[in-house]
């Protein structure tokens, strides 16, 4: 249930350069601290909850680093050109 939002969250943060910026600035945010979850034995299972080890962790990051890309240093450039 958590992807299908993040999915429907994304498809309506499309329709404008600073939703679409801020979708992926927070999800980077998101991603960045499930990966650090992962990496930690203590909450690796997201406090008993969710399974966040093995290939997750690798997703998360790389998750993380491309929503990062998108939502800072692309949207800057997009933003300094229309202005």
Same mark, same amino acid.
């Given at each position: 249930m958590i992807h299908i939002g993040v999915?429907?969250?994304?498809?309506?943060?499309? #329709?404008? !350069?600073? #939703?679409?910026? !801020?979708?992926? #600035?927070? =999800?980077?945010?998101?991603?960045?601290?499930?990966?650090?979850?992962? !990496?930690?034995?203590?909450? =690796?299972?997201?406090?008993?909850?969710?399974?966040l080890f093995g290939p997750d962790i690798w997703l998360h990051l790389l998750s993380a680093a491309i929503a990062?890309?998108?939502g800072f240093a692309a949207a800057a450039r997009v933003h300094a050109w229309h202005t």
């Open positions: 999915g429907i969250w994304g498809i309506l943060a499309a #329709r404008s !350069i600073l #939703r679409a910026a !801020i979708f992926a #600035r927070v =999800n980077a945010v998101l991603f960045g601290v499930l990966f650090l979850l992962g !990496i930690s034995p203590a909450t =690796n299972t997201l406090f008993g909850l969710l399974p990062g890309y998108c």
